[in-house]
């Protein structure tokens, strides 16, 4: 009851009863706990008067060819640690990297984005539920 009422008030589409209501529910948590944290480690570095982290949330390569191994770790270890600077737990635990390539059909180069993501949807169907 309670949890439900605070999330409808950062939310007015939540509680609606939609599928989605969960994962978003779970999303504004680890949201609430990542901004507690890191607000946390930042009252602790109060002798900083300014951060100079940069938060990054994707890398795109042009190259136009396939990536090797080694470049890919390097891409997705550089990608790691700016994203998530202050280490937060939170972060480390539910944060994934999604790798994604595009070939043109025309001449064959490729474009390569590397992206971070919190949460995947994925539709379930299935015949014996009838909405």
Do not use: W
Not at 5 to 26: C, I, N, T, V
Not at 30 to 59: A, H, P, V
Not at 85 to 94: A, C
């Amino acid at each position: 009851g309670a949890i439900r009422a605070a999330l409808k008030k950062m939310d007015y589409e939540f509680a609606s009863g939609a599928q989605d209501d969960s994962s978003r529910s779970l999303g504004y948590m680890l949201q609430g706990l990542d901004r507690d944290i890191e607000q946390e480690i930042m009252d602790q570095k109060k002798s900083k008067q300014k951060s100079d982290n940069i938060y990054k949330d994707e890398i795109s390569i042009y190259h136009g060819r396939e990536l090797d191994e080694a470049e890919k770790d390097g891409f997705i270890q550089e990608l790691l640690r700016d994203h998530n600077p202050e280490n937060s737990i939170i972060r480390k635990t539910f944060d994934g990297i999604e790798h994604s390539k595009v070939t043109c059909l025309e001449c064959n180069k490729m474009y390569q984005e590397f992206s971070t993501f919190q949460m995947i949807d994925l539709a379930l169907v299935s015949q014996e539920i009838k909405l």
